[in-house]
């Protein structure tokens, strides 16, 4: 290659590593990884794998070739999500061990002393024919292998070729910049996931005095996300509210046991003291400069407001009720009604629908109850999902013998 | 500059690219970007501003002549802590604004028609001489301007000379990667206090059923930080610490009210269900994932042990108690007794102190004493920053009459 051209590859080098580190979302840096190295190796297909503790997991694929004969769905078919270890064995593990790459310009007729034997089964499957096979592995700054890239038959003007040594140059720094992307994107998932935890941990916490159980929290966020989404809300947004809803009810904290735990019915008295529950939620989360917790401070005060005006605090009706407060209504709701408590047994999945469709415009966003029941099977997954058991329902009674957790 | 000392500098770019992407601290991220764009253009000093709403904020500067003459913390006495508007202007704001660069061989002697001035109140102010001087604006991948970086006097052997095209070329292809890494670093610290506020509001929910103040969570976890630090715990686990201290009282949510809220004297059947509110936390945030909870179960179960063997759940001594528990013992008792609560005044720091002294390896660690009393002019800085107000002490009495916040 000639140095202008090597120049040029270098030049959108920079400009594919600064695209990569603006990706934060890990499922859309997987496919972006994987174009990028297919297109600067002119390779016709390209394996990507991760890795997990001493193993290698295949995560995602892509065939030039075969996806133009039968679309990416249909190639989707011939891949199955499978692990190997890491180990001398193949090529990608030898890679992942080894740091390593390996650069082999036929596989199908591999040297004798290379160690390795191509293993043919996705040919034959899927009809197509391997032969250069570019193997490199993808680390972090400590030279800790993160994951293995697979490129398959480099193409020259239709015809397929080895990968030449300056296309072996290019994917191994790419390589270094594909590394440090999927740590940094490891590493915001680990945050948002820590985050998520103790918002349903802390959240939860309140099912020592409630009649709530912590799974109520689990499912009536899902269904709040759910809604958002169906909403046609941009992700930022849905996953804000995911993380805005547990909080709905923290409120609760500063209601005294005898009215939070009375086994009847409230006098009129107490629910005044019952319903400022909302209030005292705005007030804990308020004035704050974090976007989710001034959007849970909002969610706190009017997830019992009404469509028809008839809610509290404020009795505000129809788009007066921010959109946030009206999704988790209908998320709370459904969910109380559908599930077991200590007092009542769950309502069928029939007779909530109608209780929604009666409240469709009266205290429900009508147009919500519409998306609510049109997503009703990815309800049902989050409703098995989180399931209580008979031991979520048990209250505290004794409190000498509560054992110790093993930590 | 011949091609392959282009080529060579395209792939330091690389190199430099990747680095810059693992850095996800921001003050150490702004030394990195400063130090990579002097080195490649040959810079003998170099500032760097960051944009915040309508204005630039300078940040930090070099400046290698300068340093090597009077050190680096000598040479910062010449820097002072100031914004300016995104105009014309100023090279920065005009840079900021049209997303362009400004390359000047010489300030001093700018074109009139250039429309800028150059102001030497730096120059007069240290002795130095600005000639070449080259301005280029750090944009995300949406082309928003996040910062600007001004390089000067490009450096070859020993004399001053103009910032080449090459350079130019270079330093933009390096800002386009240090724009996005500061974003990234912004989304990742936005995060990070996003979980931290999250804690603190849900932790100190509880103030509206304990007798404690939202203030005592922020004092008391900042206190566990600084301990862990002068520990020699790392950054990480100092972090970490910070995190789940504050939830180490949550499972008192699951004691009721008469005795949570009991003004006198506990009788020996109520201090066991008191008391069982370590092993409560411990089993509301037991068997998590997520690093911070599974600590933060530890610390709930652990933070009432005493280094003599005498405290609850498990009567440990000395190291058998986690570091911690350890450590958030010591932070919580400290705040506890040095602040006002509504059933008694604050203690005088030296009567604080002193009970320290006493129960230096008794309830507490000894070495963690010795750390804390060492480390006293900063938890002054953070009890005056995170003084109880009068109404944080107020309680809740009438629950009709709460206002609802403006949100």
Known sequence: ?????????????????????????????????????????????????????????????????LEAKMGRTGMSLFYERFSMPISRQSMAGYCALTGKSLNFPDVQALPLDSGFQYNPSFDKRSGYFTHSMLTVPMSDRLGQCVGVLQLINSMDNGRITAFSPVSEML????????????????????????HQETLFRLSSAA?????????????????????????????????????????????????????????????PEERVIMESHAVIGAHILKDSEVPVVRQAA?????????????????????????????????????????????????????RVQSFLVDQRGLHFDPALVDLFLAGMSEIRQIQSLYQDSDSDLEKLTDFSKIPIPEL
Chains 1, 2 share one sequence.
């Not at 019992?304 to 809610?311: A, F, I, L």
């Not at 605090?313 to 709370?332: F, K, Y």
Request: with cysteine; aromatic share 6%.
């Open 171 to 194: 994917v191994q720094a790419f390589a270094a910049q594909a590394g440090v992307a999927l740590v940094n994107a490891q590493l915001d998932l680990d945050l948002k996931k820590a």
């Open 298 to 350: 909002l969610v706190a005060l009017t997830h019992h407001e009404k469509w028809d005006g008839t809610g509290y605090p404020r009795r505000l009706a129809g788009e007066a009720i921010p959109l946030e407060g009206r999704i988790v209504a209908l998320a709370d709701v459904y969910d109380a009604l559908s599930s077991r408590r200590c007092y009542k047994e769950p309502w069928s999945e029939d």
């Open 207 to 267: 099912e020592y005095r409630d009649k709530e159980t912590s799974n109520h929290i689990k499912r009536m966020s899902h269904f709040s996300r759910i809604l958002a989404r169906d909403a046609g809300l941009t992700r930022d947004q849905v996953d804000m509210i995911f993380c805005s809803s547990p909080m709905h009810d923290v409120g609760k904290i500063g209601i005294p046991d005898h009215i939070l735990q009375k086994p009847g019915k409230l006098t």
């Open 1 to 65: 290659m000639q140095s202008p051209e090597l120049q040029s590859k270098l030049e959108s080098l920079v400009r594919v590593g600064v695209a990569l580190s603006s990706v934060r979302d890990l499922d859309e840096l997987l496919e972006r990884i994987l174009d990028e190295a297919m297109s600067l190796s002119s390779a016709d297909g390209a394996s990507l794998y991760l890795r997990k503790g001493e193993e290698l997991e295949f995560h995602i694929a892509h065939n030039r070739s």
